[in-house]
């Protein structure tokens, strides 16, 4: 088969997103799938031997290349190999995910916790396995796709609120029936806004119409409470969360989901989730990597502060360079340029000034608020912020957003 019958609809996917591709990279505007050669602590790359200050990195608290955490993964390397040659549940299992299953439960206060190979398959497998047809799931409008997929694979009805809007959500849960089994989701911090979930009133919600609570721990985990075990320790909140789900692959610098809860919870997901037992297991480095994590979040606590300054100026220097960063309190600061082309254009001058930024555009985002995405991490100094905004101020003006 090739791509010449234009009545084929495989075909006609397959070449209207190449065309749109292809228009791209033709006016030099496509920034998307760089080869990285190095990573150099988070803050800094280098492509194609040039190096850049990194503003599209999820390694919030800069713990990529930490030593104590690249030790932790060689040691495992010359114990077990690399492999696991088997699912969980089977052969897969090895004291390195206990540990690591343990170490998570202790840092999110939980009875227990499993690992996944990533954060999307948790997502996926673990609403699809508790949900099903007569059920109901409630969603924030802007939640992460892994979540949408899993409710749709799910066969519960799907609902949705709009964004983060406490009296909308309400009147959702007021319209189902009373006795049915209802399921609400929320990302903590939106992955494309970087605001926080109303949390307090969320709970509220859930303990009055009793529905059970899961919340996606993606970028909070390390970066939201005083010690960074997230979400429920930065409201004061603990113990209201049910499904604690969270990934390995952002702040905690490895791969794999996992989700913290009570022990019967944990015990189900382990005979029942599909990507626990037809998927193989982490491998031993990458858990070992993922739990000494844990550990260094705890003994180096200047890391949350540091990232909370650094925030704190790159929001406040953007805002009064006069971007629009819509609702964002934390290390995700969309930079909304409008059109998809400002963006595109934004992003090539800012990474021709040595500044690595990223646009998302629709439909991941809807039409018109099309943006750099820009993150911020532990690892930069606050001169090397001030001279990444510069660049991106001087971007806007050339793409006339600002
Ligand atoms: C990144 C992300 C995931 C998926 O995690 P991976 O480990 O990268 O598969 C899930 N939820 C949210 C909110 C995310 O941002």
Redesign the pocket.
């Known amino acids: 088969m090739d791509f010449s019958n234009e009545n084929d609809t495989i075909t006609q996917r397959v070449c209207a997103m190449n065309k749109r591709v292809d228009k791209i990279r033709q006016s030099d505007l496509y920034y998307y799938n760089q080869p990285i050669s190095e990573l150099r602590g988070g803050a800094r790359v280098v492509v194609k031997g040039r190096e850049m200050g990194m503003y599209a990195s ?1 390694s919030y608290l800069g713990l990529v290349g930490h030593p104590r955490i690249n030790e932790a993964a060689q040691q495992a390397i010359a114990k077990y190999g690399t492999g696991t040659h088997g699912v969980r549940l089977l052969a897969g299992t090895l004291t390195i995910h206990t540990e690591l299953e343990e170490t998570i439960a202790e840092f999110k206060k939980t009875e227990a916790a499993i690992t996944y190979t ?6 996926l497998s673990v609403i699809s396995t508790l949900l099903g047809r007569g059920d109901y799931v409630i969603c924030d409008k802007l ?2 796709a ?2 949408v997929d899993g409710c749709l694979m799910s066969g519960a009805k799907f609902l949705r609120f709009r964004h983060n809007d406490m009296q909308a959500l309400e009147k959702r849960l007021q319209q189902l029936p009373v006795n049915a089994t209802k399921l609400v989701i929320a ?1 903590s911090v939106f ?1 494309m806004d970087g605001d926080i979930i109303d949390f307090p009133k969320l709970v509220e919600l859930c303990q009055n119409y009793k529905a059970w609570l899961m919340i ?1 721990e ?2 909070s985990l390390g970066v939201l409470g005083s010690t960074g075990r997230g979400i429920e320790e930065y409201f004061g909140l603990e113990g209201t969360i049910d499904i604690n ?1 969270g ?4 702040t905690i610098p490895s ?3 996992y989700v913290a809860g009570r022990k019967e919870l944990i015990e189900y997901l382990r005979h029942a989730s599909r990507a626990y037992i037809f998927s193989a297991a982490l491998p031993p480095a990458q858990a070992a990597a993922a739990k000494t994590s844990f550990d260094v979040i705890l003994d180096e606590p200047w890391r949350i502060e540091k990232l909370n300054a650094n925030t704190k100026q790159f929001i406040s220097g953007l805002q009064e360079r006069g971007f629009n960063t819509l609702h964002t309190e934390t290390a995700i600061v969309p930079v909304i340029c409008g059109s998809d082309e400002s963006a595109y254009v934004m992003t090539r001058e800012a990474q021709h000034r040595d500044t690595f930024v990223l646009p998302v555009v629709s439909p991941a985002v809807p039409p018109g608020l099309a943006r750099l995405r820009a993150t911020i991490t532990a690892a930069h100094e606050p001169d090397e912020i001030e001279r990444a905004m510069e660049v991106i101020e001087l971007a806007g003006k050339v793409a006339g957003v600002i």
Do not use: Q
């Open positions: 999820y990533s954060g999307y398959a948790t997502n939640n992460h892994s979540i990302d992955s996606d993606a970028h789900m990934t390995l692959s952002k791969v794999g989901g």
